[in-house]
């Protein structure tokens, strides 16, 4: 694709970068096929071709962003099916954060947009925040019905769907020795919003990891991985999140680290990419690229070790569900699979599996119309395969699909460890005799 990008651009990392990436698109379409948004929407401006469009032109001819543009660039779910279905390489993730900068930088949102995405970026990647914003909700329920009728105000209609009715008790992020054969050490990621919704996936973790021999440790002053706010367009919040995390990495890799483990795909994707996002700052780079090279979802780490020995498998049939940001941003396909596999359940897929199922991350508050269709969609592909349980490997699509399916969701390592020895994940339990 021919490119002249505005005078600003040229010269600088980011304009480069942006050319690049939009010189490699050939214009074939072959990404419309497996666009969500496109076969959902079918508008070529709801593309990824169409949306290569939109931001060249506003890029090139160094235009103020449209409503119509960031309407589109809006819409799009970050799931990054493109990236795998594009035959040209074309890295779809940087040139949409790209626009995404650049629109937050240059576009007057209405205020009760404004508002809403501040709130978002200053109480979800906090998990005390987000425990007091979640036992307001349970307040503000009634108001549910009143919200979802003014378009305006459903995304906080969606946020009020979205808090769950009751908080499980936090798990302690408290190291944790290696049991049996010592292989090394890992750091777990702390996370955000996994920790408030789902704690249990750490302690399942932790059991698993320090059972296959590694002590797990975790870092003090580590905060939200900045995935959140980065996808929102506040890029200086996305980079001083990451900045923290490397400080406080920094420290751990030191005395000596096989890895960085991380149990929700949203992060794992964003933490990977630290190496691009501070390769421009002398006092980071180096260290951002460590980081990201000792990155890791537990799924990989846990491939390469092998599980422990297992007591007696669980017969049960397992639906599994890829999240978008595990098999798109990180090519992380067949090692969860394996996994559940090799511990005796009788894995299947749904149809489709490469399509996103409205997650992404805060999409399903933003975009909850469109974000309910595609989680609907899901649920009624996971659902017919009959299985016992839904496994995932990340807390925003366990989440969605629970709102939209029958059947119970988990984290795969809660089923790892429980057929390693650990107990039977709690959602199970209506549902299965141990
Ligand atoms: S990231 Fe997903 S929603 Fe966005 S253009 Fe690519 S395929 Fe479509
Ligand atoms: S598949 Fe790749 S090269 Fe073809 S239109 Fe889509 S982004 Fe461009």
Known sequence: MQTELAEFMRGTAEGQEAEDILRKCVHCGFCTATCPTYLLLGDELDSPRGR???????LENEQEPTSEVVTHIDRCLSCLSCTTTCPSGVNYMHLVDHARFYIEERYKRALHERVLRALIARIL?????????????WFGQWLKPVLTRVKAMQPLAAMLQLAPGSLPEPVAARNAPASGNRRGRVVLLQGCAESVLRPQIRAA???????????????AGETCCGALTWHLGRKEEGLEAARRNIDAWRREMESGLDAIVITASGCGTTIKDYGFMLRDDPQYAEDAARVSALACDVSELLVQC?????????QLTVAYQSPCSMQHGQKVVREPI????????????????????????????????????????????LDRLQADVIATGNIGCATQIERHSGTPVVHTVELLDWATGGPMPAPLSPYVNE
Not at 52 to 58: A, V, W
Not at 205 to 219: C, E, I, S, Y
Not at 306 to 314: K, N, V
């Open 125 to 137: 990647p906090f998990p005390e925040r987000m425990r007091v914003a979640i036992r307001l909700a």
């Open 306 to 314: 092998g599980l422990p020995a297992q007591r007696t498998a669980p």
């Open 52 to 58: 290569i469009y939109l931001m060249k032109e506003m």
């Open 205 to 219: 973790t932790v059991r698993l990891l320090t059972r296959v021999g590694f002590d797990v440790d975790f870092a």
């Open 338 to 381: 394996e996994l559940l596999a090799a511990a005796g359940f009788n894995v299947r897929q749904p149809v489709e599996a490469h399509i996103c199922c409205g997650s992404a991350g805060t999409y399903n508050i933003l975009q909850p119309e469109i974000a309910s269709r595609l989680g609907q969609q899901k649920a009624e592909h």
